[in-house]
């Protein structure tokens, strides 16, 4: 009798302190770049549960501070730079939100260049989330004019180019 209640105790508190954490098997962030009226996009994104885990931060999404949103875009900047024709340029936001549910939830953002990328080469060096995920992938995805081309990142390749015709 005395084992029954052990059981039945073990069991209700395995049973109701259980937690279920939800995780995707594939590590992964996109980046679409394009061009429109004159100035080049660069729309990133990636799972909030990984960016969350890089920053340490918890919760949901629309739990964030101003401060927070800001920590999130500033850990991308840091990790994605981009250089046109040798010369480092400085991305501006233009868009962030928040898309999906759950487990599925991803962080979009927007930035923007003030500038074609025309005749110029593009150098991208893509460390998000490298910091925090062993298996993390990123791909680029650049459609702009005749060029069109997918790059790919990971723990042993962080930049690459390509020429924009």
């Known amino acids: 009798m005395v084992y029954k209640k052990r059981f039945f105790f073990c069991f209700f508190l395995c049973f109701f302190s259980y937690q279920p954490t939800y995780s995707h098997a594939v590590y992964v962030s996109v980046c679409n770049i394009y061009e429109k009226n004159g100035e080049s996009y660069f729309s990133i994104r990636a799972f ?13 999404s629309y739990e ?4 927070e949103e800001g920590l999130i875009v500033e850990y991308i900047k840091q990790n994605f730079i981009v250089l046109l024709d040798g010369e480092g340029k400085s991305l501006v936001l233009s868009r962030f939100v928040f898309e999906g549910s759950d ?60 020429q924009i015709n």
């Open 103 to 162: 487990y599925t939830e991803t962080a979009n953002l927007v930035f923007k260049l003030n500038e074609k990328m025309t005749n110029k080469k593009l150098k991208i060096k893509n460390t998000i989330l490298f910091d925090v995920l062993e298996d993390q992938t990123n791909i680029v995805g650049v459609k702009i004019n005749k060029t069109k081309r997918t790059l790919n990142f990971n723990k042993n390749k962080k930049e690459d180019w390509v």
């Open 64 to 67: 964030l501070t101003d401060k």
């Open 48 to 60: 909030k549960d990984d960016v969350f885990d890089a920053l340490g931060f918890n919760g949901y």
